[in-house]
């Protein structure tokens, strides 16, 4: 119900359009005010999507951007007003319901999805008072059925947010943990106690910096300065996030964008030049990059077809070649025999919340228990394929205990001819505070904070003895 009547919102504005309401060209203010109508609209559509029916934010943004013709300006509007909203909408909505005398009806979704929206422009955003408050108002008055009357609430309600602005985001700032759900608040507490949990939670509210990982033959040196980038002690390269395709160097393929984090793990394989390696549950495709660019041989498998044409479209730019393969990572055996293997294995995607807050609204605590039993049963056949004394590195982009850790104390406990090798601080750029006692990498957001953190990760080195 909540989607038909957002789409039926959409198409009353569209036939506003249509009709010339709003875009006589002799008035081009109008039409502009118009154009960021139809952003907000977009923005409010989307957030109800995520978080209301769990859909993907990237194809639902891209869906409804589509519809409304949004030009890139104003798509670049929805798209940063709904992740500030995902960032910190538990916190927007505590701030909301302190706004609040009684609450809003159950029934007012978009009611609710405007005002999350509202306030994070007037909290969050460069958006003037005047704009957030009027356009949040008029967007409200569009709406069918009852939700409309609701107008002259959300009006007083932005205008007391912004006589109250300094207080709340005060009171925000000591509380980062309210912009996690309740079962990750538990799951990491328990896991790596409050206050770690509530650093790794700050990091929601920052806005990650760009992480380029380079073809191992080019200068270091030399790239850095070009792309005004700083060298991370793990190779990766670090530069302040900006239109990617623009950057020197992506169009001809000399670099990628990968996470510094995300980047560890092929590196622990060591020297794979002329090595047959496996990239199991491959696509996008950067660790294929990686060992490619490494000399390696690689088969690259996933069974996501739609993500496979990117691993394709990454390789052809960076001129880059494995052997692709769509299919069952749990089931696929290679004709060849494989030297190392690597496997990124499907998981909650909980470390990678600074850069897709969509992820812990749209997962919940069910979703990890079935990955569980998925990332075993692929484990389990990858090391049938290992020969001894191969390298298989297993890992996640979760910080979720059940989805890393776990998984592989009970495989070398129920399996004989496995070992742990224990990941060497040296092989993390001398970054101790990346490795467990046990030799495993963990990488938290909240390490390296003053550098910009790091996506969450963890990685378990294995071998056939």
Known sequence: MAIARLRFGLSLLAGMWSKGAMSAPENADKQNKTDMNASRLVAVRTLMAVT?????????LDELSGEA????????????????????????RHALAGLLDRGLPRNATWTEAALVTGLAQIFFMRTSDHAAVNETVAL???????????????NAVMRNAIRKRDAILADAATHPERNLPHWLQQSWAKTYGVETMQAVAATLAENPPLDISLKPAEDTADWAQKLNATLLPTGSLRRTSTDVPALEGYTDGMWWVQDMAAAIPVTLLGDIAGKHVLDLCAAPGGKTMQLAARGATVTAVDRNKNRMKRLVANLDRTNLTASIVTGDAAAFTPEKPVDHILLDAPCS?????????????TKGPEDVEKLASLQARIL???????????????????????????????FLTGESTAA?????????GGLNELLTPA????????????SGGMDGFYAARLTRV
């Open 380 to 410: 389990q056949h990858a090391f049938s394929l290992l020969p001894v004394g191969g390298v298989l590195i297993y890992c996640v982009c979760s910080l979720e205990k059940s989805e890393g850790l776990d998984p592989i104390e009970a």
């Open 52 to 60: 209301l029916k769990r859909r993907p934010f990237d194809l639902t």
């Open 439 to 450: 030799g495993d990498l963990l990488c938290l957001p909240s390490y390296m904070p003053d």
């Open 69 to 92: 013709e949004l030009q890139p300006r104003d798509r670049a509007f929805a798209f940063n007003l709904v992740m500030l909203s995902l960032r910190q909408l538990g916190a927007l």
């Open 140 to 154: 409200v008055k569009g709406l069918s059925g009852k939700e409309q009357g609701f107008a002259g609430l959300v």
């Open 349 to 361: 995607a909980t470390g990678t919340l600074r850069r897709n807050p969509d992820v812990i609204w």
């Open 420 to 428: 742990r090798v224990p990941i060497r601080a040296n092989e993390v």
